[in-house]
């Protein structure tokens, strides 16, 4: 009898765990694919707050000629795998997100628009815009994961 209820109880107790997990890493991981679900939701944010100055798909701003560049204007990086942002961790884009650059006040603070369940939604709409490699190698260990 009591071990007959132990194995019943065992894989409810393992299911639970494992939806909680899953809830909590469901919008995106730093070195994981993001979640399609809050891809799609941070989408619609980026085109509406960031677009402007991060391009289409994350592209970036053109670089202006270092001549003409005023001092301290700073462009907006790239955000698709085709600069640095994927040497980042999911915290550590969205602490830049929603504290902004403490360099230009051209990339501000977005904690008085967003939570920080957006910002981790933003960030899985950038992800979703990288490919393997940068996904695989995501964060501190891009320098050993070439
Ligand atoms: C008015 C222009 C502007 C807007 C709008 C803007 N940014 Fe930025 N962003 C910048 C600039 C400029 C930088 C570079 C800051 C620096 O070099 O210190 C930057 C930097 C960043 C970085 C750091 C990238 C890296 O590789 O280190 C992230 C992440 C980022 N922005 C995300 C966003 C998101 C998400 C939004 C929309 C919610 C947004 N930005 C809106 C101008 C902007």
Same mark, same amino acid.
């Given at each position: 009898?009591?071990?007959? @209820?132990?194995?019943?109880?065992?894989?409810?107790?393992?299911?639970?765990?494992?939806?909680?997990?899953?809830?909590?890493?469901?919008?995106?991981?730093?070195?994981?694919?993001? !979640?399609?679900?809050?891809?799609?939701?941070?989408?619609?944010?980026?085109?509406?707050?960031?677009?402007?100055?991060?391009?289409?798909?994350?592209?970036?701003? *053109? *670089?202006?000629?270092?001549?003409?560049?005023?001092?301290?204007?700073?462009?907006? *990086?790239?955000?698709?795998? @085709?600069?640095?942002?994927?040497?980042? @961790?999911?915290?550590?884009?969205?602490?830049?997100?929603?504290?902004?650059?403490?360099?230009? !006040?051209?990339?501000?603070?977005?904690?008085?628009?967003?939570?920080?369940?957006?910002?981790?939604?933003?960030?899985?709409?950038?992800?979703?815009?990288?490919?393997?490699?940068?996904?695989?190698?995501?964060? *501190?260990?891009?320098?050993?994961?070439?």
């Amino acid at each position: 009898m009591r071990i007959a @209820s132990k194995t019943s109880t065992l894989p409810a107790i393992a299911g639970i765990a494992l939806a909680v997990s899953f809830a909590v890493g469901a919008r995106a991981e730093t070195g994981k694919p993001p !979640d399609p679900e809050a891809a799609k939701r941070g989408a619609g944010l980026y085109a509406r707050y960031c677009v402007s100055c991060h391009g289409d798909k994350g592209r970036g701003e *053109p *670089p202006i000629p270092g001549s003409i560049r005023l001092p301290g204007f700073f462009t907006a *990086p790239a955000l698709d795998d @085709s600069q640095h942002a994927w040497h980042h @961790s999911d915290e550590a884009l969205v602490r830049v997100i929603l504290e902004g650059s403490p360099r230009t !006040d051209r990339m501000p603070a977005w904690k008085n628009v967003f939570t920080s369940e957006d910002a981790f939604d933003i960030v899985a709409y950038l992800k979703s815009l990288w490919g393997n490699r940068a996904l695989e190698c995501q964060g *501190p260990k891009h320098m050993s994961c070439m």
